[in-house]
């Protein structure tokens, strides 16, 4: 497997983005999705991105986003995306030829049918997330773990993110499915609602190398 990759999500600020680098983070996400508390503006974002995006890959994080949002995301300077609502196929092809993001397609994984829908979407993403099924409505992570024996015998050709109740806790656990080498927290470095705690993430990302 490929070296452990971690994704810190949620991001609404400049000191946590870099703490979350210097700590050992490859992917920073910020969402854009008025529904969400770790919800950040196109303009503070680009401020953000002026320091970081040497350092890190930024994604940028939608729910079925529209195209003022998608322009607005690549002239700040967004390569990666991740539609985190409920994409059809249609919409990931053309966001994926008009815009030429790199994409990230999440997926709420409840049963082995929900994998299924992954094999056509495969030619048009980057990476997969996988994560546990939204909850009253509203796009998004929950904070909750899905049955991960559901993925026991998933085999396809792109690299996919774990996603969902991740934390410092069962990181290891999640590692040792080996089936992948990436991996998505946003709660579980958080000491309140949206709120991200450098020690947390710190000791996430510590424990997930194996540092301690």
Same mark, same amino acid.
């Given at each position: ?16 983005a ?22 950040i ?8 991105? #002026?320091?970081?995006? +040497?350092?890190?890959?930024? /994604? ?8 003022? =949002? !998608? $322009? ?37 994984? #409840?049963?082995?049918? +929900?994998?299924?829908?992954? /094999? ?8 997969? =997330? !996988? $994560?546990?099924?939204?909850?009253a409505n ?20 792109k690299?996919f ?11 290891i656990?999640?590692i040792?499915l ?8 946003s709660?579980?470095?958080? $000491? ?11 000791e ?6 194996n540092?301690?």
């Amino acid at each position: 497997m490929s070296e452990l990759q971690i994704k810190i999500c949620g991001v609404k600020n400049k000191e946590i983005a870099q703490h979350a680098i210097d700590a050992g983070a490859s992917f920073i996400g910020f969402i854009f999705y008025e529904k969400s508390h770790r919800n950040i503006t196109v303009e503070n974002c680009k401020e953000i991105l #002026s320091k970081i995006k +040497d350092q890190t890959i930024p /994604v940028a994080v939608t729910v079925n986003p529209d195209d003022n =949002l !998608l $322009d607005d995301l690549l002239k700040i300077g967004f390569q990666y995306i991740q539609l985190h609502g409920h994409e059809t196929l249609e919409m990931v092809e053309r966001i994926k030829l008009k815009y030429d993001f790199k994409i990230i397609k999440a997926f709420g994984i #409840s049963s082995s049918e +929900d994998l299924d829908e992954l /094999v056509k979407y495969e030619p048009f993403v980057e990476y997969f =997330l !996988l $994560d546990s099924p939204p909850q009253a409505n509203v796009q998004g992570g929950t904070g909750h773990r899905f049955d991960w024996k559901i993925i026991e015998n998933l085999s396809i050709t792109k690299n996919f993110f774990l996603s969902g109740g991740l934390n410092k806790d069962n990181i290891i656990s999640a590692i040792n499915l080996k089936k992948t080498s990436y991996f998505d927290v946003s709660s579980g470095v958080e $000491d309140s609602e949206g709120i991200k705690d450098k020690q947390l993430i710190t000791e996430f990302i510590d424990k997930a190398k194996n540092i301690i």
